[in-house]
């Protein structure tokens, strides 16, 4: 008797860091079409994101980008108004905003990915998410499709057009982070130092998104959740936590050796080998 085989789930529930790996693989295996429906957008501290967007529109996806249009749940700061964002309008993203909106939804010809989750730092690093993905040619995705139709693209406008192109300025270069304290060492015992508090120019070492400078924290909440499963904090990451350079790095070890070199006069661990993060 021949046995048989359980049928996939057409739904998926998603937990916190799950929802991540999720919008990111939905961003990356897109091949013709990319809709990205959340309410509050900020891509300035999402660089890993907006580099996913980004290459994207490289491959000829059309990526569209539905947001709320601006009112007192926004604040003061206009959605609009932000570098990462007008660089990707540049590179061919079709932005639209849509009154009262506070769906959130990411679709491609291939799944679809309803959640809790804005596009916003503080969403992805910091609060606690769920995710639903469901695989197109069933029902559920119709009734997704059918949603966007009526309820989206029927009234969404779209975004004001993009003024003349910023003039590029030269970055100033970066200051150095004086630390707190530098802690006794005996041996080689990961370096213990804190950024001070209006520093935010942190990165995670795992996913290279922004998040505070922190050495003791140099992992964002998603990633966290994934590093603690086995708590190896030698295990080799992707870059560094000070400038966010793709590095070989680790949870002791977060920073490449300039970044460190920048601390202060902190006596570094007896190691010759230059391409070795601190």
């Known amino acids: 008797m021949t046995a048989v085989a359980p049928e996939k789930p057409r739904i998926v529930i998603l937990g916190s860091s799950e929802t991540q790996t999720h919008l990111t693989r939905l961003i990356t295996e897109a091949e013709r079409q990319l809709l990205l429906v959340s309410p509050y957008v900020r891509f300035d501290k999402l660089r890993n994101l907006a580099r996913h967007v980004q290459g994207a529109l490289a491959k000829g996806v059309s ?152 050495m003791d924290r140099p992992l964002c909440r998603g990633c966290y959740t994934s590093w603690k499963k086995y708590g190896d904090a030698n295990y080799a990451e992707k870059f560094c936590h000070g400038c966010g350079e793709p590095k070989k790095t680790s949870v002791a070890k977060p920073l490449c050796r300039p970044c460190f070199d920048d601390l202060g006069d902190i006596p570094p661990p007896d190691d010759d080998d230059d391409n070795i993060a601190f």
Do not use: M
């Open 63 to 214: 990526v569209t980008l539905v947001l709320r249009e601006r009112d007192f749940s926004t604040g003061k700061e206009d959605p609009l108004d932000s570098d990462a964002l007008t660089q990707l309008r540049q590179a061919g993203l079709k932005v639209l905003v849509l009154k009262d909106l506070h769906a959130k939804i990411y679709s491609s010809e291939k799944n679809a990915l309803l959640t809790s989750l804005n596009l916003l730092e503080s969403s992805i690093n910091n609060s606690i998410e769920i995710g639903t993905w469901i695989t197109a040619g069933t029902p559920e995705y119709a009734s997704v499709e059918a949603f966007l139709k009526s309820e989206v693209h029927l009234t969404a406008q779209s975004a004001p057009p993009l003024s003349a192109p910023p003039a590029k300025t030269p970055e100033p270069p970066t200051p150095k982070r004086e630390p707190r304290a530098a802690p006794a060492r005996e041996g080689r015992v990961p370096l213990q130092v804190v950024a001070d508090d209006d520093s935010d120019a942190g990165h995670c070492i795992r996913c290279g998104d922004d998040l505070d400078f922190n």
